[in-house]
DNA sequence: TATTTATACTTAGTTTTGCTAATCATTAGA
DNA sequence: TCTAATGATTAGCAAAACTAAGTATAAATA
């Protein structure tokens, strides 16, 4: 597994979301976050937004503006190499999960014996 | 949940290992994460020692030498505050853990009927 | 009516994290 | 003798996510 894993889970995160749900603005990105993660994954604006400027130059994901209740929206959606990115970041994010469980959950401790 | 958390799992898992072995040091670390991952964590030195440095830094941890083979090794091991850290942080991981399984496991992809 | 809250996006600047890569030193093995 | 493995250190870099501020509109509320 590459080690950029330890860091970003954020834009497996998005690429995710798009997957799941085919098309996604910003606003919403964050509050679906905050509402499937209750409350305890709080994504600022200031995260999302150049994350996704990210995927939008590396074509990852396109945009169209719509206008919903006197507000502008940018609609978000895969690009045929973001399908292809996202099932691979995916699929490496579950790697890395299951890694992080098995290292994570209680182990014995060396050297002390109960009894 | 603290945004943090996206980011480090390296010290988290430092205090783990620590919790669990009592005593360690740097060399083993690398391996032991190196075994338990089935190669697919890869920690370098660079990473580990300055993220031990912290750890010492902030009375987390402390360090004993002692030499093996002729060479010094720097044995590790978690101070109170450490132990309270430790306990903490695995927590905090889990729940983490937990919120990036709901978000990555597969869901069915709306407005798509499988009949 | 005025103010606050929610919606929606943008961006400058900073910090943290982990990385690369190089260095030093010893021991074991080919 | 040379290389690989063990063991630690450190300088400098890049990426990621953060803080914090600003722009703008709509809805709710006092």
Redesign the interface.
Known sequence: ?S?EL?????T??IL?LL????RMYGYEITQQ?KL???E?????EG?LYPALYKLLADGLITAEEETAGGRARRYYSLTQAGYTRASEQ?NL???F?D??????TP?P???HADI
Chains 1, 2 share one sequence.
């Open positions: 597994m080690p330890l860091k970003g889970t954020l497996p995160l995710k997957l799941d749900r085919g976050v499937i993660s209750r305890r994954i709080l994504l600022k995260t995916i994010v579950n790697d999960l890694i992080m469980r098995e290292m994570f182990q401790r060396l050297g």
